[in-house]
């Protein structure tokens, strides 16, 4: 799993902040390069890698951004206020930071008041995150605009992935560059397989204010079938496998159930992954999923869509973890379902009988 670890870790350590996600499309895009396909974008930045077959038409979507901060004032002693979508305060209060500027990253650290200095009241509280601020060691609004820092400037938590025992690693924006890796290296099998259905790889922007990205690819690439590559919650010793929905690290990725999902297309999901001995779980999601499966299930007129999900602890934290074992499972399960769609009458998935 060694060259899937260091896809994994170059996707991780490359930054891509909603709505800024420039770097990481260039490295999405070179990757597809690599396997042939014809790689376009478009308004919104989605990357997408083109196997040119037959039909079906069938899109695999990953979102490629990541949670991130982004700067709203900088005070006249130069200490940076921010805003931060989808956080947790709880997590952020004294993180280290890094800014990506046009100039750099530049590093800071979200200031946390020392224990000694805070009052007995104050230590169970959450700190909100209107009352952070970040230092990066300047000492007026001159010095950090000369670092390349405004507003509306981005950072994250630092970037990393480690390994952890076994086949688990710990990383920062597994959700959703874990997906992104997996899509891939599906890409990858799928080559390897010969497969004869037109596949477009989708690296999605924006998914995280609204599958913005999915809705505008789904759109303009009009698929018949489409497969979402996404992390989900995952049992933890603070996550019970009930509120987990009975999903565990390391026993296969989780395969969404529900209204959001076509159902004959799910099942056929299940059944390569039974034929082919590869473990999978059942996600029962009643709802809408939150993931770009939603937008994608109902653009235009309607696309068959599944959900396949790797298992993920700690999601939107500065340190997420999943099993290597998963993302290589989710990998095989998406190129192999393409392989059987080229035998499959797939048009009997599209439209239920009456």
């Not at 350590?13 to 690599?34: I, N």
């Not at 000492?139 to 950072?155: D, H, K, N, Q």
């Amino acid at each position: 799993m060694s060259e899937l670890y260091e896809l994994l870790e170059e996707l991780i350590c490359t930054p891509s902040v909603t709505g800024f996600e420039d770097l990481a499309r260039r490295l999405v895009a070179r990757e597809l390069q690599k396997l042939g396909l014809k790689v376009d974008t478009d308004l919104l930045g989605n990357v997408i890698g083109v196997h040119e077959g037959g039909e079906p038409k069938v899109m695999v979507a990953a979102h490629v951004d990541q949670i991130g901060i982004m700067v709203t004032h900088v005070d006249e002693r130069g200490y940076i206020y921010f805003s931060a979508r989808s956080h947790d305060p709880r997590v952020l209060y004294g993180e280290p930071v890094v800014f990506h500027t046009e100039k750099g990253p530049v590093y800071g650290v979200i200031g946390a008041k020392p224990i000694h200095l805070t009052k007995a009241e104050e230590r169970d509280k959450v700190v909100k995150v209107e009352d952070m601020a970040i230092d990066v060691g300047a000492s007026s609004r001159e010095e950090v605009y000369s670092l390349g820092i405004r507003e509306g400037s981005v950072a994250t938590t630092l970037l990393f992935l480690r390994r952890l025992h076994g086949d688990r690693v710990l990383g920062v924006g597994l959700d959703d560059k874990a997906g992104v890796a997996a899509m891939i290296h599906a890409a990858k099998i799928a080559k390897d397989l010969g497969v004869k259905p037109t596949a477009f790889y989708v690296a999605t922007t924006q998914e995280e204010v609204g599958a913005r990205g999915a809705m505008v690819s789904a759109f303009n690439l009009k698929p018949d079938l489409a497969v979402v590559v996404e992390v989900c919650h995952a049992s933890a010793y603070n996550v019970d496998e009930k509120l987990a929905r009975g999903v565990k690290l390391g026993s296969g990725p989780a395969i969404g159930v529900g209204p959001n999902f076509h159902t004959k297309f799910t099942r056929l999901l299940m059944k390569v992954a039974e034929d082919h001995d590869i473990p999978y779980q059942l996600e029962a999601i009643q709802g809408p999923s939150g993931t770009d499966a939603w937008a994608i299930q109902v653009a235009r007129g309607g696309v068959a869509t599944a959900l396949i999900s790797i298992p993920l602890r700690y999601m939107h934290s500065p340190g997420e973890v999943i099993s290597l074992g998963d993302l290589e499972h989710a990998s095989k399960l998406i190129a192999l379902l393409l392989e059987m769609l080229g035998e499959e009458n797939w048009r009997d998935l599209l439209t239920p009988k009456l």
